[in-house]
């Protein structure tokens, strides 16, 4: 018998030990209370954490470098979770905000007044994206199956013009919003919930105090105590379905040799991301593997600078605390704390991803880029802004996903989580309806465990 098994008790295998993984695990031990079963927890790296990553609490406020917000409204999941474990929270404040956008600041009247480099039409000038977008949803004809098959550029492009979109996208702050990959029903969904988007009196928005690894902490101390044995640095390499059991085989580092186990289990939840999936040979029917390909996987940066001091408060009293630019360097946001915080999507985080990689041997060349960036903006020479005392950087290849051209989420959701004659399961962000959001990940588990496996 493999060392990962120790009785003869029936196991449910998970795979992936970020919040999806580990939520499954708990919803089955603290809420179902299995007894005649062994719940296994197989996660590749070295730690149980997935896209949730809070590097450093900062006067304060929590460095984090992968899931960092979440509303009450419109993730109550979630929310009921931060309730439940008495996590204390924060609001998350999106106050004034100005733009650098082709070489020119704007403010929120200079937008209004028309005053931006843009070459838009006369209905177009002075809009802001909530307008632009307003407009095209009013005047827009087509069905809900027709937006789904277009993407959301197409859909924009129908009623505004090209320039406008580019304005639209620019002003957003999220190059994925022009993908062509991107359907338009998903653009409609992710312009709607987003919290850029969203008047403040519609919704609020909060950080975790501590951060968000306090969830993965909870969850992971929660079902140790309940007996779930979690396995890291066990990377998982097939899987193999067989009449009433699952084979897997985990591949493990043990003394620079690499050892393959196997593992047999009554059943397998997979939460892991739609290109990991892609590393695993598994004998899934041809729609499953098909329906795959229904997301697209979206790269991400965020990075975080520290300093002693507000030294941007100046600016900040003029212009607004929170920048949105067309550089590489995208978002901004400033504080509260003396730091800085920077968000980039797709292609702008594809323009980071070696200056991060090289960073532990060559950091100053990241922070100087950083550096020249900022000093464009503030038109300042880049050796007199302040230096950091402290820079962290995070390059996600799969920050978050979404939904393709003529997809059906929750079709495909249904499909690949399966029926309770399945042994394969896949839960998870990457094939959640909310997709972006760990909402979603927690939302399939529910619909997995409460509706598929082990309905009331």
């Keep these: 018998m493999d060392d990962t098994q120790t009785s003869q008790k029936k196991v449910i295998a998970i795979v992936g030990g970020g919040v999806s993984g580990l939520y499954a695990a708990w919803k089955l031990v603290c809420e179902k209370n299995l007894t005649d079963t062994e719940i296994h927890i197989y996660e590749a790296t070295q730690q149980c954490s997935g896209r949730i990553y809070t590097a450093w609490n900062f006067q304060g406020f929590p460095i984090e470098l992968g899931a960092a917000r ?3 409204y419109v993730h109550p999941v979630l929310n009921s979770l931060v309730e439940k474990f008495a996590f204390k929270t924060m609001p998350y404040v999106y106050a004034n905000r100005f733009w ?5 600041k704007l403010s929120l009247e200079d937008i209004a007044a028309g005053k931006g480099t843009y070459e838009l039409r006369e209905n177009e000038i002075g809009k802001y994206t909530d307008n632009l977008y307003e407009y095209t949803e009013a005047h827009s004809t ?6 789904n098959a277009m993407s959301f550029h197409e859909f924009l492009g129908e009623h505004i013009s090209e320039e406008a979109c580019r304005f639209f996208r620019d002003a957003e702050g999220y190059d994925l919003l022009l993908g062509d990959w991107l359907s338009g029903a998903d653009g409609v969904r992710a312009v709607k919930q987003h919290p850029d988007m969203l008047q ?4 609020s928005w909060f950080h975790i105090v501590g951060g968000f690894h306090k969830l993965i902490n909870t969850l992971e101390e929660q079902i140790r105590e309940r007996g779930v044995k979690i396995f890291t640095g066990h990377r998982l390499i097939e899987v193999v379905q067989n009449p009433e059991s699952v084979t897997l085989y985990v591949e493990k580092e043990e003394n620079s040799d690499s050892i393959v186990k196997f593992v047999e289990a009554e059943r397998v939840i997979l939460c ?7 590393d695993i040979t598994i004998n899934l029917s041809e729609e499953k593997l098909s329906a795959m390909d229904a997301v697209q996987p979206i790269p991400m940066v965020k990075m975080f600078a520290t300093y002693t001091n507000s030294w941007w408060s100046t600016f900040a009293r003029r212009d607004g605390n929170f920048c949105i630019t067309d550089m590489p360097i995208r978002k901004i946001y400033y504080g509260p704390g003396h730091h800085l915080m920077f968000y980039s999507d797709c292609e702008s985080a594809l ?3 070696d200056l991060i990689s090289e960073s532990g041997k060559n950091p100053d060349a990241l922070l100087s880029e950083v550096q020249r960036q900022l000093s464009v903006i503030y038109r300042m020479d880049p050796t007199k802004l302040p230096r950091p005392n402290a820079f962290y950087s995070k390059f996600w290849s799969t920050g978050i996903h979404v939904w393709r051209r003529n997809s059906n989420p929750v079709q495909v959701r249904d499909l690949l989580m399966g029926t309770a004659q399945d042994r394969v399961h896949i839960a998870g962000e990457s094939f959640s309806v909310n997709a972006g959001w760990v909402e979603g990940a927690l939302e399939t588990v529910n619909l997995l465990i409460d509706s598929v496996l082990y309905p009331s």
């Design 70 to 72: 979440f509303s009450k």
């Design 100 to 104: 650098h956008l082709r070489g020119k």
């Design 142 to 147: 087509r069905t809900p199956e027709e937006i």
């Design 200 to 203: 403040a009196e519609e919704v």
């Design 272 to 278: 892991i991301k739609r290109l990991d999936l892609a």
């Design 351 to 353: 323009y980071w991803k």
